[in-house]
Nanobody, 127 residues
Framework: VQLQASGGGLVQAGGSLRLSCAAS????????MAWFRQAPGKERESVAA????????FYADSVRGRFAISRDNAKNTVYLQMNKMKPEDTAVYYC?????????????????????WGQGTLVTVSS
């Protein structure tokens, strides 16, 4: 599957932004989807993940209550709605996909759980 992320940009602290990730070349509803981010000089970290039908969602503590992941399987697209944004949300955001069985627990948050990655979209939050 190929993943194309979009929607990044510059936003003021407290503002909102919605990222999209369009998938092609695979059966989208067979993939667990996730968003990761990487800030300058830091490791890539998990942001959120969503199961095949969207019934299960998982969030990093740093974004829980502010960000929402969703998917539209008819459009082969996963979204990340980001609200109440903070300067520390500044990063390149990547979408990722896993083809196969459901994960258990912490595996949703691990980079190595995902085989496919998009190219990233830059999000900058100004203070």
């Amino acid at each position: 599957v190929q993943l194309q992320a979009s929607g990044g940009g510059l936003v003021q602290a407290g503002g909102s932004l919605r990222l999209s990730c369009a998938a092609s070349g695979g059966t989208f509803n067979r993939y667990i989807m996730a968003w990761f981010r990487q800030a300058p000089g830091k490791e890539r970290e998990s942001v959120a993940a969503i199961t095949f039908t969207g019934q299960g969602t998982f969030y990093a503590d740093s974004v829980r209550g502010r960000f929402a992941i969703s998917r539209d399987n008819a459009k082969n697209t996963v979204y990340l709605q980001m609200n109440k944004m903070k300067p520390e949300d500044t990063a390149v955001y990547y979408c990722a996909a896993h083809l196969g069985d459901m994960f258990s627990g912490a595996s949703y948050y691990k980079r190595e759980s995902y085989e496919y990655w998009g190219q990233g979209t830059l999000v900058t939050v100004s203070s």
